[in-house]
């Protein structure tokens, strides 16, 4: 027993199976020790409990690797129950094997909060959302910058709404759009102070004051907190009765560090907007570290959180003045934009509500196709204008070609499918996507081009007879200009244009 006296008289007070419990019983599931530490606690400084467990604690196979996959037996349950003085028959007895007298439970059980009848969750009253200014009729922004724009006027009114909007960003703040945002609705933090860059002569356009006014909660790079915390605020009209509307942005390509909590945090139906942004390969200007092709797919797949990619930024405000309804509605949830920093020309256009519609339903021609069409562009996000020149060229070939835009591949494929899951009697309603492709031929091609992986236009093929030919970036990583990164991975307009002859040259 080593140099330690009186280890061997110890141990000797205990036979096998008490010395097993003493020794495997690491008390982080002991209620009481918990209680004594968490009320042990002073102050306001963050403290964090190591609660020790064996994993399957009181069970023959506790603590072994396979406890995992592990079933127990019936002589097992026996001698569990026998352990926990539970009388056969009494399985499913709500006090079993419990020695405090059944009415001081109840009585005990009864006065808890959980039993009060107040509901634990809640339903706070809605928020009237304002009209947003769209500003990009005829300039050449992108939809990060009309992002940006968007949330500066916003930032600048005086309605309710406005004081509910929290942003956060993983280090990121400027680079994504948000310093207009910033600068009129500060930094929060629990405690006031100053702009320390600004104070030690390092002069910025850029404010960086803090104090409990504020509505921006600035990360460190932490994507996995970004998102913890998007849950947390996201949860705050159900939880705390206070309607908030979180708003996260994030490299594109980052979502993909923080998935787990993402994951979870839509599981729990929190609201927010996440923003990626900037993404795909026409980022390139940054290089190759900070390029994507994966996280669209993400956000098809992903529930309780809808996904949009707007080409214009006049999308973008429809798209945002929707969130913000869908954020609040009772059968809603989160919304992710990726968005682009990729400048390009915007369409003066008035934004009707037929355009209006269609943006949220997923999609619109930006060029129609005549009845009985042989060939569809289908586009989304920063590729319009090579696939607007590829039409203008081949148009001058084969009439009638289309120009489909798509503002929401999420959106059309949700519609398409809940189309084809109707039961009962009830006709089938007519997707979004088939009214579409409606004025196409029964064997139409179509050719899909996005700055992300080819999956994620490639399946609206396989809602008709239609061949597909889905142009995308399956990989990414090199340094260049958008030109020339867009020739690389076969998203410009010469790739779209050979897709286009190869095809009539095989129908030859």
């Given at each position: 027993?080593?140099?330690?006296?009186?280890?061997?008289?110890?141990?000797?007070?205990?036979?096998?199976?008490?010395?097993?419990?003493?020794?495997?019983?690491?008390?982080?599931?002991?209620?009481?020790?918990?209680?004594?530490?968490?009320?042990?606690?002073?102050?306001?400084?963050?403290?964090?409990?190591?609660?020790?467990?064996?994993?399957?604690?009181?069970?023959?196979?506790?603590?072994?690797?396979?406890?995992?996959?592990?079933?127990?037996?019936?002589?097992?349950?026996?001698?569990?129950?026998?352990?926990?003085?539970?009388?056969?028959?009494?399985?499913?007895?709500?006090?079993?094997?419990?020695?405090?007298?059944?009415?001081?439970?109840?009585?005990?059980?009864?006065?808890?909060?959980?039993?009060?009848?107040?509901?634990?969750?809640?339903?706070?009253?809605?928020?009237?959302?304002?009209?947003?200014?769209?500003?990009?009729?005829?300039?050449?922004?992108?939809?990060?910058?009309?992002?940006?724009?968007?949330?500066?006027?916003?930032?600048?009114?005086?309605?309710?709404?406005?004081?509910?909007?929290?942003?956060?960003?993983?280090?990121?703040?400027?680079?994504?759009?948000?310093?207009?945002?910033?600068?009129?609705?500060?930094?929060?933090?629990?405690?006031?102070?100053?702009?320390?860059?600004?104070?030690?002569?390092?002069?910025?356009?850029?404010?960086?004051?803090?104090?409990?006014?504020?509505?921006?909660?600035?990360?460190?790079?932490?994507?996995?907190?970004?998102?913890?915390?998007?849950?947390?605020?996201?949860?705050?009209?159900?939880?705390?009765?206070?309607?908030?509307?979180?708003?996260?942005?994030?490299?594109?390509?980052?979502?993909?560090?923080?998935?787990?909590?993402?994951?979870?945090?839509?599981?729990?139906?929190?609201?927010?907007?996440?923003?990626?942004t900037p993404s795909g390969i026409s980022l390139a200007p940054e290089?190759?570290?900070?390029?994507?092709?994966?996280?669209?797919?993400?956000?098809?797949?992903?529930?309780?959180?809808?996904?949009?990619?707007?080409?214009?930024?006049?999308?973008?405000?429809?798209?945002?003045?929707?969130?913000?309804?869908?954020?609040?509605e009772l059968d809603g949830g989160s919304v992710y934009l990726r968005?682009?920093?990729?400048?390009?020309?915007?369409?003066?256009?008035?934004?009707?509500?037929?355009?209006?519609?269609?943006?949220?339903?997923?999609?619109?021609?930006?060029?129609?196709?005549?009845?009985?069409?042989?060939?569809?562009?289908?586009?989304?996000?920063?590729?319009?204008?090579?696939?607007?020149?590829?039409?203008?060229?081949?148009?001058?070939?084969?009439?009638?070609?289309?120009?489909?835009?798509?503002?929401?591949?999420?959106?059309?494929?949700?519609?398409?499918?809940?189309?084809?899951?109707?039961?009962?009697?009830?006709?089938?309603?007519?997707?979004?996507?088939?009214?579409?492709?409606?004025?196409?031929?029964?064997?139409?091609?179509?050719?899909?081009?996005?700055?992300?992986?080819?999956?994620?236009?490639?399946?609206?093929?396989?809602?008709?007879?239609?061949?597909?030919?889905?142009?995308?970036?399956?990989?990414?990583?090199?340094?260049?200009?958008?030109?020339?990164?867009?020739?690389?991975?076969?998203?410009?307009?010469?790739?779209?244009?050979?897709?286009?002859?190869?095809?009539?040259?095989?129908?030859?």
């Amino acid at each position: 027993m080593g140099a330690v006296a009186g280890i061997r008289s110890l141990l000797n007070e205990y036979d096998d199976s008490g010395l097993a419990a003493l020794m495997t019983n690491l008390a982080g599931h002991d209620l009481e020790s918990l209680l004594e530490a968490f009320h042990g606690v002073t102050g306001d400084t963050p403290t964090c409990f190591l609660a020790y467990t064996i994993k399957g604690f009181g069970l023959p196979f506790a603590g072994h690797k396979d406890n995992h996959s592990a079933l127990t037996t019936v002589a097992q349950i026996d001698s569990l129950k026998r352990s926990l003085g539970i009388a056969d028959g009494e399985e499913w007895e709500l006090f079993a094997g419990l020695d405090v007298p059944l009415e001081d439970l109840r009585q005990f059980i009864g006065g808890s909060a959980f039993a009060a009848k107040p509901s634990r969750r809640h339903d706070p009253s809605a928020v009237t959302i304002p009209p947003f200014s769209i500003p990009s009729r005829n300039l050449t922004i992108s939809t990060q910058n009309g992002f940006g724009r968007i949330l500066s006027d916003i930032a600048r009114s005086r309605d309710g709404f406005v004081g509910r909007v929290v942003t956060t960003s993983p280090d990121v703040t400027l680079s994504t759009n948000l310093g207009g945002w910033v600068n009129r609705r500060g930094i929060f933090s629990r405690h006031s102070a100053a702009d320390e860059f600004g104070e030690a002569g390092m002069n910025s356009i850029q404010r960086w004051s803090v104090s409990p006014d504020g509505q921006h909660i600035e990360l460190g790079i932490a994507e996995n907190n970004f998102f913890l915390l998007l849950a947390a605020l996201g949860l705050s009209s159900s939880l705390f009765n206070a309607r908030l509307f979180p708003i996260g942005t994030v490299y594109d390509t980052f979502i993909g560090r923080g998935l787990d909590a993402l994951n979870y945090g839509c599981y729990q139906d929190a609201r927010f907007m996440l923003v990626g942004t900037p993404s795909g390969i026409s980022l390139a200007p940054e290089g190759g570290a900070h390029q994507s092709s994966l996280p669209p797919l993400i956000g098809i797949g992903q529930s309780n959180l809808t996904s949009f990619e707007p080409c214009f930024v006049d999308e973008l405000a429809v798209m945002m003045r929707w969130s913000f309804e869908h954020l609040q509605e009772l059968d809603g949830g989160s919304v992710y934009l990726r968005l682009s920093t990729r400048r390009i020309q915007q369409p003066d256009r008035p934004m009707k509500s037929e355009l209006e519609r269609q943006v949220i339903e997923g999609g619109y021609w930006l060029v129609e196709p005549e009845p009985g069409a042989e060939l569809g562009l289908i586009c989304t996000g920063a590729v319009v204008p090579e696939v607007v020149a590829a039409c203008e060229q081949i148009r001058e070939d084969i009439k009638g070609a289309g120009l489909l835009v798509v503002t929401s591949a999420d959106r059309l494929f949700q519609g398409w499918l809940r189309a084809n899951q109707t039961r009962g009697g009830a006709a089938p309603a007519t997707p979004h996507l088939a009214n579409l492709l409606a004025p196409m031929a029964e064997t139409a091609t179509l050719v899909s081009i996005c700055d992300a992986h080819p999956l994620y236009l490639s399946w609206i093929g396989g809602i008709g007879r239609y061949r597909m030919i889905p142009l995308g970036t399956d990989r990414f990583g090199q340094s260049g200009d958008i030109p020339d990164l867009f020739a690389e991975y076969r998203i410009d307009t010469a790739a779209i244009i050979d897709a286009v002859a190869r095809l009539c040259l095989e129908q030859r």
